[in-house]
C-alpha cells in the first residue's frame, strides 16, 4: 500500500517548507474505504511512539549509551524519561527556545549545582 503524505516545517529556519513525502507500508487489512480511517489511526499510532523515542536517542543519547545490564538498563531509562519531563517543564518557562536544549537544561543544573532541578521537584509535588 501507498500512502502519501504532506509535510510543512512549523519552526525553524526552514519554516514554511512543503514536502510531498511516498511511504510504502504493508498491512493485512484490506483496502476498503471502511479500513481507511483504522488504518490513519495505526499509522499516527507509530509515529507518535517514534517521535518520543527519537528524543530520548538523540537529545538523551540513549542509543550511544554502553550499559548492558538489564536493570541497570531500566534505571537508567527511568532516570532519562524524568530529566526530560524536568526539561520540558523548565523549558516552558524560558523565553529563548532555541537556547533551551536538554544540553543547555544539564549545563544549567550545573551552573546552579541543582538547586533549579530541586525548585522543579518541590513544584510538583514529588
Known amino acids: 500500500m501507498e500512502v502519501t503524505r ?3 516545517v512549523l519552526k525553524g529556519k ?5 514536502t510531498v513525502e511516498t511511504a510504502l507500508l504493508v498491512s ?3 483496502m476498503t474505504p471502511e479500513n481507511a480511517l483504522p488504518l490513519l489511526l495505526i499509522i499516527r499510532s507509530y509515529w507518535r511512539i517514534e517521535a518520543g523515542h527519537h528524543r530520548l536517542d538523540v537529545t538523551a543519547r540513549e542509543d550511544a549509551s ?7 538498563l531500566r534505571v537508567l531509562g527511568i532516570v532519562r ?9 523548565w523549558r ?3 523565553k529563548n527556545k532555541r537556547q533551551s ?5 544539564h549545563d544549567a543544573m550545573d551552573r546552579h549545582q ?7 521537584i518541590q513544584a510538583a509535588g514529588l
Open 6 to 8: 504532506e509535510v510543512t
Open 14 to 18: 526552514h519554516r514554511g517548507k512543503h
Open 28 to 30: 493485512s487489512l484490506r
Open 66 to 72: 554502553r550499559v548492558r545490564n538489564r536493570n541497570s
Open 81 to 89: 524519561r524524568i530529566t526530560l519531563g524536568f526539561h520540558q517543564a
Open 92 to 94: 516552558a518557562k524560558r
Open 101 to 105: 536544549t536538554l544540553k543547555d537544561f
Open 114 to 120: 541543582h538547586r533549579t532541578a530541586w525548585r522543579l
